[in-house]
């Protein structure tokens, strides 16, 4: 579609064919009520970024619907078959809860098979990791997934994976990109032969959970601990409650409220298990039936919220980057205890993911490798080394986790119940998933991360978020909070520089753009823009000793207090 066209000459495009006569209508009507509700659905097309779409529901370029995601699959179709000439091409599909999740996928589907590509289709809604799963195990060419993840309710979105389960890495995201943006809507084939639609469901989900029952590494205390669980309404009540029966919980607890399948997710503001907000009813009947655990996920089931009792007995929240060290740690302790170790094992974290895994993964002499934020990149690590080092276990500080490389993306069933297995294990050693961690930061150090998240909108803003970003990358601070800058780390130029001796290293990873400021105590500072959104992302790490767990609440003010130090210093 011409550029240069105004949201009103694109609107009437959509008056007329190949747009189907209801689309039509709704344009047409639109059009009539003026204002912001045909602009905003217009003004630019929605676009094809590196791991697919997410957007508002409706008609218009700048909306998910048919012609958005029939163009961007028949773009994906394109580029299968210049990648893989010659060959029988197989896409497996899956979807979530949200509104309307269903029909995109069956349309989809149908683009797919139109252009002579076999599609697994799965039956119902699926957690996104057995997508992942199912890719590897059927053998797969790509995979699609039709999910927005946390979004609100009005939302949706198409993710796109590889023939390795996981998602969209260079040199594939830029090339399925520039195969959709050359794609109009006239040239979608629509019409799709259901000889080569199968439906997958059972037989997938008994093949996913035998693979998940080879990561289980101990069955003490099962039988003393009690779950409460919440699917907050989206995929995971397919997959939960028998991955649980599978590990040998007999006391698991469903939120009945919220284990109906519902896209407009009516009981919670955000169907978010990062936030509290979404796991209050689960935190609610934990205290009532005295549970030790409290385990949300979010729609699409790739993220996983935790509450646990702490000294006091007090549930609490943990956040991503703690409930990443209990689950890593006890990794690395049962595969030693196993005998596992071989001295070819590694395991994963982002940029801005706690340090505090490098530490714990040193003292069990394992590598530990860093990736840029996205669980695309750790997906990419594994698929690199998977011929000579074994995988343990990785994380994101964004609540995601994944254990073993049967399945290549984040994965909230895996990862709930082997926390659960830990905190199982803890329970059995007179301690608890809580206890653990502080028994971490005893023998490792206390970690404790802040993150503030400034929106800039509209031009101005992007100008604002780029001029801020420049600033830090041409006249970095010598001092942030009173704690003086020894290393800066800029991983769009690929260069980190010793600030005392000017010595300069180059980073080993794609180019993004993020900065990163080390300090002389060993904090680290990381600023980075969204590639999607009109926001900049302030992420805090701060560390020191933890002798005694009595000490702790006095060490948590102490560290917040410089983190909060940091940020007035930014002017956040």
């Given amino acids: 579609m011409t550029e240069t066209w105004s949201p009103l000459e694109k609107a009437r495009q959509w008056t007329k064919e190949p747009y189907d006569q209801q689309t039509r209508e709704e344009v047409k009507k639109l059009i009539e009520e003026g204002g912001e509700a045909y602009n905003d659905a217009f003004y630019k097309d929605l676009d094809f970024g590196t791991g697919g779409m997410r957007g508002i529901m409706g008609v218009g370029t700048n909306r998910i619907n048919r012609y958005t995601l029939g163009t961007a699959t028949q773009g994906l179709a394109n580029y299968i078959k210049s990648q893989f000439p010659g060959e029988d091409h197989k896409v497996a599909i899956a979807y979530d809860s949200r509104n309307n999740s269903k029909n995109f996928a069956s349309q989809v589907a149908e683009v797919l098979a139109a252009n002579n590509i076999r599609v697994y289709l799965f039956e119902d809604l699926r957690p996104t990791p057995e997508l992942s799963f199912a890719i590897r195990h059927l053998k797969c060419h790509s995979g699609i997934v039709i999910t927005a993840s946390h979004n609100p309710p009005e939302y949706n979105g198409y993710k796109v994976y590889w023939n390795d389960g996981g998602q969209l890495v260079p040199p594939h995201d830029k090339g399925v990109i520039a195969e959709v943006r050359k794609v109009s809507p006239a040239e979608v084939k629509f019409k799709g032969n259901s000889e080569l639609v199968e439906i997958i469901g059972q037989q997938l989900d008994e093949a996913y959970l035998q693979a998940l029952k080879k990561l289980s590494l101990s069955d003490d205390g099962k ?103 209990v689950l890593i740690y006890y990794l690395l302790e049962k595969w030693k205890e196993n005998g596992r170790f071989k001295g070819k094992e590694f395991i994963t974290r982002t940029v801005v993911t706690t340090a505090l895994l490098d530490k714990m993964a040193e003292h069990y002499e394992v590598e530990s490798m860093q990736c840029l934020t996205g669980f695309k990149w750790i997906a990419e690590l594994i698929r690199n080394n998977e011929e000579e080092k074994n995988f343990i276990g990785g994380g994101e500080e964004s609540y995601g986790y994944l254990i073993g490389d049967f399945v290549r993306d984040k994965d909230a069933i895996a990862s709930a119940v082997m926390l659960a297995e830990a905190a199982a294990w803890a329970i059995s050693r007179g301690s608890s998933l809580y206890g653990l961690l502080m028994d971490i930061y005893q023998k490792f150090g206390y970690y404790q991360e802040g993150l503030v998240s400034l929106t800039k909108k509209g031009k101005s803003g992007a100008e604002e978020i780029a001029a801020m970003i420049e600033g830090f990358r041409n006249n970095p ?28 290293t180059a980073i080993d990873l794609p180019k993004s753009n993020v900065i990163q400021f080390v300090t002389e105590k060993g904090s680290v500072i990381t600023a980075r823009p969204s590639g999607t959104e009109p926001k900049i992302k302030f992420y805090f790490s701060v560390n020191t000793s933890l002798n005694d767990v009595g000490d702790f609440s006095d060490k948590q003010k102490e560290l917040w207090h410089r983190i909060d130090g940091f940020k007035k210093s930014l002017g956040l």
């Fill in 223 to 325: 039988d003393k601990l009690k779950v409460v669980f919440t699917p907050i309404h989206g995929t995971s009540i397919t997959l939960m409650p028998a991955a649980f029966e599978a590990f040998g919980f007999s006391d698991f607890h469903l939120v009945e409220e919220q284990s109906v399948p519902d896209g407009n997710f009516p009981t919670v503001e955000s169907p978010n298990p990062e936030e509290a907000e979404a796991l209050s009813m689960a935190v609610k009947k934990a205290e009532e039936i005295q549970a030790d655990l409290v385990i949300g996920t979010d729609p699409d089931s790739d993220r996983v919220g935790l509450a646990v009792r702490d000294m006091e007995g007090k549930l609490i929240l943990l956040n991503g980057n703690q409930a990443a060290s």
């Fill in 477 to 504: 601070p010598e001092v942030i909070g009173g704690e003086r800058i020894v290393q800066l780390l800029d991983y769009q130029t690929s260069v980190s520089r010793n600030k005392s001796t000017g010595v300069e």
